[in-house]
């Protein structure tokens, strides 16, 4: 290999693995790399810049807008509460739900439709008594297969197209992804409504302890040396009879007392751990003799005033790698950290030096105006009120419909261009103020967009530097003994792994030129099916948490393991592999 070759694969290891540790955001990295490459002569600015002219990442940009467009006003918001309320096993009611999900997905960005409909998910099985696991990851899973069926409905498929017409072919027509994507979203459709109610386990989610009934939790109260607790009884202190609050432990230096006898004599610096209603346990602070362990986090509050919010880090969040106590929570975000969620489990440790990581929930005591005020930045996924209904939809939703459903047809009849249709879209939109200029780039993420840009410098490099045909001749050579067919298998194996590794966008950056470097090396006619499968299979993503954004957002939500992802995505992935390999051959004479 050259030397720029060398530099590149560098380059790339240095890349994902930063991707894989969330040592970097994926933008970060991604234009990192980019830099990097540029600064050592492997490629040139235009190439390392190339991103940032190619109608792929305004187009996302702008279909955010238009998804949150549609959010906002709540179009789906009738459809999908006539669906829950019909009532039906857990098979019939994800029957209901689910089409219209995969429909929508197919021409909108999908993480604010699952924002939207995680509340309404979690109202309704709490009012029930369902589990919300049954529900939140097919719920994900149905957007991520609508994704697959048209151009414009993910990021992962404008980037191929982009990548396409960077490297001097045709980009992707509206419907040309959809003589594969449509088979693997009906058949992945068929399976999740079919697998879910028997392969996914009731999962306790973080609502069941924080209900609107109880809004139990647990909180670490010191006894203040020489004050007036020092040296007197728990029944003598008033601690035995507390209304809503139950006095569990008591910690002293290296042993625990459990349970606590009322004549127990309390000393100073003893740790006490209350369990309790939010509102009764903040009352413990008024007790004289004990402060909070956490009492920076409390200060300021007027319980009677302030809300529950449930609110899942997403993998851009600055909170991930970092302490509460560290990144100083509460002054910055103005709330409580009540409760942290992480992999279907309550952490009762002290939560002032819990580090956050990708996908905790954290259940939240903030004012009221704390959901409008985060909902449409990245450091929290998805921002749910306990308890209560989701944010009155405002007007404009006949305008939106109208707006989305023209770029819709003008971008699926060739009339424009995907770009300009959406432009077009957006432009109605902000004519008719349904949204403001302010929340309209506010609805942008910014990350996901500076990542497809960057990205493709990156990609450029592999096709420069020689590094591409290098990694398609070696894979041509160990899959290719069974012809073209074996080569595809290696590449949707190959971007299926990444993608559950890094995410969907870096892994069709990263995958795309290695995908027609081994069309090249197999003769093939058309590069345009190895280039559309790996389209297909960087989106659908259904094995962990944290390959794409919407798995992430029910991680917590909906109780689950990380294995569970497993369960149902299985038989999901590989059904969306066989899939690949029948259409693909078949629509592009491989």
């Known amino acids: 290999m050259s030397a720029e070759a060398w530099i590149t694969i560098l380059v790339l290891v240095a890349v994902v693995y930063a991707l894989v540790r969330d040592l970097l955001a994926p933008a970060a990295a991604m234009l990192a790399g980019t830099a990097v490459l540029l600064l050592t002569g492997v490629i040139d600015a ?5 991103g940032f002219s190619n109608p792929a990442p305004i187009t996302v940009a702008l279909l955010y807008i238009l998804a949150k467009a549609v959010s906002a006003t709540g179009l789906f918001e009738p459809l999908i509460d006539r669906a829950l309320q019909t009532g039906g096993s857990a098979r019939a009611t994800l029957g209901r739900v689910l089409p219209p999900v995969l429909v929508a997905s197919s021409v909108l960005n999908n993480t604010p439709i699952v924002a939207m409909m995680v509340p309404h998910f979690l109202s309704w099985t709490s009012r029930h008594g369902k ?25 992962t498929n404008l980037v191929i197209s982009g990548l396409l017409a960077e490297a001097g072919y045709e980009p992707l027509s509206f419907f040309e992804i959809t003589v594969v994507g449509l088979p693997v979203a009906i058949v992945g459709l068929i399976l999740v409504i079919g697998l879910a109610p028997q392969v996914l386990p009731d999962r306790t989610s973080i609502r069941d302890d924080f209900g609107t009934a109880g809004r139990e939790f647990i909180i670490d109260m010191l006894v203040n040396e020489d004050g007036p607790l020092d040296g007197t009884t728990v029944e003598l202190g008033g601690l035995r009879n507390l209304s809503g609050v139950f006095l569990v432990e008591i ?9 606590v006898r009322p004549e127990m004599v309390l000393h100073g610096a003893d740790r006490l751990r209350f369990a309790g209603r ?20 409390f200060e300021g509050f007027d319980t009677s005033r302030s809300s529950f919010f449930e ?3 997403g993998a851009t969040s600055p909170l991930v790698g970092h302490t509460l106590k ?3 929570f509460r002054g910055y975000y103005q709330a409580a950290v009540v409760a942290i969620h992480r992999a279907g489990q309550r952490i009762d440790a002290k939560l002032g030096d819990v580090t956050v990581r990708v996908g905790d929930t954290l259940v939240l005591l903030a004012d009221p105006g704390f959901r409008s005020r985060w909902r449409d930045r990245s450091d929290f996924l998805l921002i749910s009120p306990l308890g209560e209904v989701p944010l009155t939809p405002r007007r404009g939703g006949s305008i939106v419909a109208v707006a989305t459903i023209g770029a819709v047809l003008l971008a699926a009849t060739g009339v424009l261009p995907a770009l300009e249709a959406v432009l077009l879209g957006v432009m109605i939109i902000l004519a008719f103020r349904v949204l403001t200029p302010g929340e309209a780039k506010n609805a942008i ?18 096709q420069v530097s020689g590094l591409a045909e290098t990694i398609a001749a070696g894979m041509v050579d160990s899959f290719g003994s069974v012809g073209a067919i074996g080569a595809l ?3 949707v194996l190959a971007t299926v792994v990444l993608t559950e590794l890094v995410s969907n966008t870096a892994a069709a950056l990263i995958m795309f030129p290695i995908a027609v470097s081994a069309a090249i090396e197999l003769g093939l006619d058309d590069v345009r099916g190895f280039a559309i499968a790996v389209a297909v299979a960087a989106s659908a993503s259904f094995l962990t948490p944290i390959g794409y954004q919407t798995n992430t957002m029910v991680y917590g939500p909906g109780g689950y393991r990380y294995t569970d992802y497993a369960r149902l995505g299985a038989p999901t992935s590989i059904a969306m592999v066989l899939i690949i390999l029948a259409t693909v051959p078949v629509f592009w004479g491989i």
């Open 46 to 50: 235009e190439e390392a810049f190339s």
């Open 131 to 155: 589990s919300p696991s049954r529900y939140l990851m097919p719920l994900s899973f149905a957007a991520i297969l609508g994704g697959t069926v048209t151009l414009i409905g993910t990021s």
């Open 251 to 259: 910690v002293r230096a290296d042993e625990i007392v459990a349970p």
């Open 278 to 297: 939010v509102d009764q346990v903040v009352d413990l602070m008024a007790i004289p003799g004990i402060s909070s362990t956490e009492s920076e986090q």
């Open 311 to 313: 609110v899942v880090v």
């Open 326 to 328: 560290g990144f100083r």
């Open 445 to 462: 993420d910014l990350d996901v967009i500076l990542t497809m840009a960057g990205g493709f410098g990156l990609a450029a490099a592999m």
């Open 489 to 491: 298998l290696g590449i």
